[in-house]
C-alpha cells in the first residue's frame, strides 16, 4: 500500500482529502505546518506528498525547497486560484505537479495515481537511450551528460525520456503533459515550461543557450538529434 503525506492547515480539506485517499485504497499521514511535514517526510518515507502552499509559518514553498535538498518524493501541490506565480516557482523548485483549489478529489487521486505510475514506470524495462553525450538508464533511473551524474525529479526524468527517445521529433506541450498525465485535465501547459527550465538547468551546460533540449517557438520542445 501506498502512503501519501498530506500538509494543509485548514482541517476541512484535510479531512476531506484523507477520506477520499482512505476510500482509493492508500495509506495517509498528515501534518499541518511545514516543520511537522519536513520531520514525517523523513520518520514515515511517503511514497508522495501532497503539499498546501499556503502553510503557517513555513510556506509550501520553502518545504519543497528543503525536501529537494535530500529527496526526490513526488510532490503535488495544493494552490490557490491567485498564487499562479507560487505555482511556477513551486515546479521550479521540483515539485512535480499541482491542483488549485477548490478541486475535486476524484481529480487529486487521479493526479496521485498519475505521479505515482511515473515515479514507477520508470523501475521497469531495461531499457537505455544514448543520444550525443547524453546516457539515460531508465530503470535505475540515473542520468549522466558527460562525465557527470545529473539527479532529477521523477516528473523531469519521464520529460526527458520522452524528448530523448525520439531525437529531433517535436512535441507540443499538450502532448508532454499527456506523457506526464495520461489524461489532459485542464492546461497546465505553463507547467511544462518550469519542469523544462529545471531539467534545462541540471542537465546543459550553459541553460540559457540549450544544446539539448531545444524550444521550437510558437510549437514545443524537442531533443536535439545528436
Ligand atoms: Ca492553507
Known amino acids: 500500500m501506498k502512503t501519501v503525506l498530506v500538509v494543509e492547515d485548514e482541517l476541512k480539506i484535510a479531512r476531506l482529502v484523507r477520506d477520499y485517499l482512505h476510500q482509493a485504497g492508500f495509506a495517509v499521514v498528515q501534518a499541518n505546518d511545514g516543520l511537522s511535514a519536513l520531520a514525517l517526510a523523513r520518520s514515515k518515507k511517503p511514497d508522495m506528498i501532497v503539499l498546501d502552499l499556503g502553510l503557517p509559518e513555513m510556506d509550501g514553498l520553502d518545504v519543497t525547497r528543503r525536501l529537494r535538498e535530500t529527496s526526490s518524493v ?4 495544493l494552490t490557490a486560484r491567485s498564487e499562479e ?14 491542483i488549485v483549489k477548490p478541486f475535486s478529489p476524484k481529480e487529486l487521486v487521479a493526479r496521485i495515481r498519475a505521479v505515482l505510475r511515473r515515479a514507477d514506470a520508470t523501475l521497469g524495462g531495461g531499457e537505455m ?16 551528460v558527460g562525465e557527470s551524474e545529473i539527479e532529477l525529479t521523477a516528473t523531469e526524468f519521464q520529460l526527458l525520456i520522452t524528448l530523448a527517445r525520439h531525437p529531433g521529433r517535436i512535441y507540443s ?5 499527456d506523457a506526464l498525465h495520461g489524461v489532459s485535465f485542464e492546461s497546465y501547459e505553463r507547467s511544462v515550461d518550469a519542469h523544462i527550465k529545471n531539467i534545462r538547468r541540471k542537465i546543459e551546460s550553459d541553460p540559457r543557450r540549450p544544446q539539448l533540449v531545444l524550444t521550437v517557438y510558437g510549437v514545443g520542445y524537442k531533443f536535439a538529434d545528436a
Open 85 to 98: 506565480s507560487d505555482r511556477i516557482v513551486g515546479l521550479e523548485l521540483g515539485a512535480d505537479d499541482y
Open 173 to 177: 506541450r499538450s502532448q508532454l503533459l
Open 129 to 144: 537511450i544514448k543520444v550525443g553525450s547524453v546516457t539515460i538508464d531508465i530503470p535505475k533511473m540515473r542520468v549522466t
Open 74 to 77: 513526488p510532490i503535488i501541490m
